[in-house]
């Protein structure tokens, strides 16, 4: 981990993508402000990982929350990676309130964390990796608005990168892609619900998705962005590894 990286927040880091991604920062050598509704799991990431790792109780969707842990913490990185798991259905077995869910967390929390890191704002050379997913490529049909909330993480992450250049904030911001895999309990249950709708068994779906994605992989392609102060703005990240996209 690059010197300038001491601190970094991890919205989301209590299960996942977001534990992965909060002990591979702790092993590189930054502290992580681990956000999370859960207060148990939080203390038992911080029993795995350490003093290093601060267990923060909270609901990252709320303004007041980021607007708190930034001012308190000061973080160099921010990695925006709090979201619910969709529910399994086609479009017409879908209710508004089913299909709009990502949009209420995934969206949201990426919104409010990274309208709170312009205004704040970060330190200069600071970094906000915002988590949106292989499926803004490809979409996903049986996830309900799940596709579109994290196609539109892409949006508000370029539409904030051109806010920190016009304003000379120094501030990169970036968006990580992770394929599906069925590491996670969200990726678990939608390779089931794919298998299924092809009438395949869960095994021979898999092998189609070969290699499949860790997420320690995920955690490991976080460190490495962190330290890249490359012009790419946008990554795939799957099994094969990390690859820039446009």
Not at 152 to 160: E, G, M, S
């Amino acid at each position: 981990m690059s010197d300038s990286i001491r601190t970094a927040v991890v919205t989301g880091a209590s299960r996942g993508f977001g534990r992965a991604i909060a002990a591979s920062l702790v092993a590189s050598g930054a502290r992580v402000i681990g956000v999370a509704r859960d207060e148990q799991a939080l203390q038992d990431v911080r029993v795995e990982l350490g003093e290093r790792f601060v267990p923060v109780a909270a609901d990252a969707t709320e303004e007041a929350v980021a607007q708190k842990v930034i001012r308190v913490y000061r973080p160099e990185l921010l990695v925006l990676n709090a979201g619910a798991t969709p529910p399994l259905a086609p479009v017409h077995e879908q209710t508004w309130e089913t299909f709009s869910r990502n949009w209420e967390t995934d969206t949201k929390q990426a919104f409010v964390w990274i309208g709170a890191a312009l205004r704040e704002p970060l330190p200069p050379g600071s970094a906000v990796i915002a988590m949106s997913s292989g499926a803004a490529l490809a979409g996903s049909p049986l996830s309900g608005g799940y596709a579109g909330a994290k196609s539109t993480i892409r949006f508000i992450r370029a539409y904030a990168a051109e806010e920190s250049d016009r304003a000379g904030l120094g501030i990169r911001f970036v968006a990580l892609l992770p394929r599906l895999t069925p590491a996670t309990g969200l990726g678990q249950q939608a390779v089931a619900g794919y298998a299924a709708r092809q009438g395949i068994d869960v095994e021979t779906y898999l092998a189609g998705m070969a290699p499949v994605l860790t997420p320690e992989q995920v955690g490991k392609a976080v460190v490495e962005l962190a330290d890249d102060a490359g012009s790419a703005a946008e990554y795939l990240v799957s099994g094969a590894g990390l690859k820039q996209i446009g």
